[in-house]
């Protein structure tokens, strides 16, 4: 499985965004895709997560009613669109997809076998 994430910037505090993660290649048996971020000298952390084949979603508490995972089955692409945004949300953010994931392992990094290359997010106050 290839990703391909797109979408970042340079945005005001309060403003939005949306990332674009595009998957290709042996997706037909993917069970989930997701969002993690990772900021300067801190730990890569989980964002949001979208089971496939129902299409229930997942957040991390520090982003819930403000970021929304979505996805288009028809391309294979998982977006993120991410409104009230907060300096604490800069970092460059990678999307994930695995294909033998259990549900409740949904938030792990070490899970997810498929990374995208990351796009930068930085949000000034």
């Known amino acids: 499985v290839q990703l391909q994430a797109s979408g970042g910037g340079l945005v005001q505090a309060g403003g939005s965004l949306r990332l674009s993660c595009a998957a290709s290649?042996?997706?037909?048996?993917?069970?989930?895709m997701a969002w993690f971020r990772q900021a300067p000298g801190k730990e890569r952390e989980f964002v949001a997560a979208?089971?496939?084949?129902?299409?229930?979603?997942y957040y991390a508490d520090s982003v819930k009613g403000r970021f929304t995972i979505s996805r288009d089955k028809a391309k294979n692409t998982v977006y993120l669109q991410m409104n009230s945004l907060k300096p604490e949300d800069t970092a460059v953010y990678f999307c994930?997809?695995?294909?033998?994931?259990?549900?409740?392992?949904?938030?792990?990094?070490?899970?997810?076998?498929?990374w995208g290359q990351g796009t930068q997010v930085t949000v000034s106050s």
């Open positions: 994930a997809a695995d294909r033998n994931l259990i549900l409740s392992s949904i938030s792990t990094v070490r899970q997810y076998d498929y």
């Open positions: 290649g042996g997706t037909s048996s993917m069970r989930a």
């Open positions: 979208l089971w496939w084949s129902a299409g229930s979603t």
